[in-house]
């Protein structure tokens, strides 16, 4: 019998994995912390006792592990254990070029891998509407689709391995440089002597409104923001390294995202940073 691994039981990796299990796929499941396997018990999911363990056991493997180092150890780990024919499906926000890395050692093993970032988060998670970013090659992708549909909603095909990467650090760029402007916005109506609930209120009705706008307006400062900032601050800075490499027009206009964001991200952390 054909088996699914995961590996990556946080908060939204392990809602992941419950919707495989619950869609009758299955599950063996491996963590570094055994407690992150106790919420499992009894779902039916089988456990690996080690990660080449469950490499040895598994054809297919999702990955959501939190950063590219992660991404790297448990993907090389696969890379070795796993039999010709395998796929790893990388689920983590990491470097494209680590991605198509991996990929290169992977094909050398006759393994395909794909990275395949979600957005949504938990909650997104497990009611099964997450939205997949998928890189690599069309055949495969298409073969993946099935497991991917038990925690997705939407699964966007954006090109060969590495694309999906890419198009989510682009797309929390813009998420962040939406959330500077509409930060400066809520301050510009303050220096104007606009009633800041008002303001507020006008723009959730009118075309400035955005997702972004109404995560600043809930903030009273950047440093509010700290935790947030901490995970996008991240992703650019993925996305920087990505862009030092790309050539043209199209890694010009992405680095003005970038450099858009910067400004209040290094405000939202620079507290935190501060302390001892």
């Known amino acids: ?25 299955p599950v063996v499941l491996w963590a570094r912390r055994r407690e992150s396997l106790a919420p499992f018990a ?4 089988e456990f690996a006792e080690s990660l080449a363990e469950l490499g040895s056991r598994v054809h297919y493997c ?16 696969l890379i070795a254990t796993m039999a010709p024919g395998g796929r790893i499906v990388v689920h983590a926000t990491a470097s494209p070029a680590l991605c198509r890395r991996l990929a290169v050692e992977a094909a050398e093993r006759e393994l395909e891998l794909v ?13 099964g509407r997450l939205a997949v970013l998928v890189g690599g090659h069309p055949a495969v992708v298409a073969a993946i689709r099935p497991v991917l549909e038990t925690f997705a909603a939407r699964i966007f095909h954006l ?23 509409a930060h400066l916005a809520l301050e510009a109506a303050g220096d104007l002597g ?3 609930a008002q303001f507020v209120e006008l723009v959730r ?21 700290a935790h947030g900032a901490r995970l996008l601050a991240k992703d650019l800075d993925l996305f920087a390294v990505e862009l030092d490499v ?22 939202a952390l620079a507290p935190r940073e501060a302390q001892p």
């Open 205 to 225: 009705a009118g075309s400035g409104h955005s997702f972004a706008f109404d995560v600043a307006a809930r903030i009273a400062e950047p440093a509010a923001f």
């Open 62 to 77: 999702g990955v959501c592990v939190v950063d590219d180092a992660g991404v790297e150890a448990v993907c090389r780990e």
């Open 246 to 267: 790309a050539q043209g027009r199209a890694a010009a206009d992405a680095r003005r995202l970038v450099e858009t964001a910067g400004h209040f991200l290094q405000r």
């Open 42 to 45: 009894g779902s039916g999911a």
């Open 115 to 127: 990275d395949a970032p979600v957005t949504g988060g938990g909650p997104a998670a497990e009611a």
């Open 1 to 25: 019998m054909e088996r699914y691994g995961f590996v990556g039981l946080g908060s939204q990796g392990a809602p992941m994995a419950r919707r495989m299990i619950a869609a009758g796929l």
């Open 194 to 196: 606009l009633d800041r």
């Open 159 to 181: 090109g060969e391995v590495g694309a999906g990467q890419r198009a989510k650090l682009l797309n929390n760029a813009l998420m962040a440089a939406n959330l500077a402007l």
